[in-house]
């Protein structure tokens, strides 16, 4: 079975920082995709960014960018010039098809 | 901009008692799900719904839940005998298609409070 592990719980940064945040998953297939997912204090999950397996540039949004290592099955988030708004649990998740299986979580916590 | 909705927000019943949790999908999505979330852990896939079925269910999706897609709007989770444990965020999600290329849009979540 696939698995993904968050293993910061808590993570903290200076408002306009850059912060990392860590994934590793298991798999033993060679396609698939990956998603970070972003849950604020209301709870609703909120899509940040996408990688295909399949392809070996890294996915960028704007502020979000990933490095995506495939080799070492790894999968880290960095949010560059943060703010704010970016304070939530933010979550990795995997999948092969429909079903999205995620990491346990880490806490982001910005600083004014 | 189209959205998941989900009613109630706040469900609280007895154990015993059979809850029924309702979504709302984006009107042009053909894949369905519902996913849980106990409180301060990760969340978990139930089920996936397509073409009037379930495509997939996990393990924790058993005999007491079922999903329903009653008419073209609503998309249902029954719990028929609730539990303690049962006690969770759930939340609804849908998307245009069933492959990881389709992005899932999530609702707000019902929170089920056992007693």
């Known amino acids: 079975a696939q698995t993904v592990t968050q293993s910061q719980p808590e993570m903290s940064v200076q408002e306009a920082e850059t912060v990392t945040l860590s994934c590793t998953y298991d798999t033993s297939e060679s396609d698939y995709y990956l998603f970070w997912y972003k849950q604020p204090p209301s709870r609703q999950m909120i899509l940040v960014i996408r990688?295909?397996?399949?392809?070996?540039q890294n996915a960028t949004e704007n502020r979000f960018s990933v490095n995506f290592q495939k080799a070492a099955k790894s999968f880290s988030l960095k949010i560059s010039d943060s703010q704010l708004g970016d304070a939530a649990m933010y979550f990795c998740a995997y999948t092969r098809g429909s079903r999205l299986t995620f990491g346990e979580g880490t806490q982001l916590t910005v600083n004014p | 901009e189209p959205e998941v909705t989900q009613t109630p927000s706040h469900q609280v019943t007895q154990m015993g008692q059979e809850v029924i949790l309702r979504c709302v999908p984006i009107s042009n999505h053909l894949y369905f799900y519902w996913y849980r979330q106990i409180l301060g852990q990760k969340v978990e896939f139930l089920v996936s719904f397509y073409n009037n079925e379930i495509s997939e269910k996990s393990e924790i999706f058993d005999d007491q839940f079922s999903v329903e897609r009653p008419d073209g709007s609503n998309f249902t989770l029954k719990i028929r005998s609730t539990k303690l444990e049962d006690s969770a965020m759930y939340f609804c999600?849908?998307?245009?298609?069933?492959?990881?290329?389709?992005?899932?849009?999530f609702g707000p979540g019902t929170r089920l409070t056992v007693t």
């Open positions: 999600a849908s998307s245009e298609g069933g492959q990881g290329t389709y992005e899932q849009y």
């Open positions: 990688q295909e397996a399949y392809k070996q």
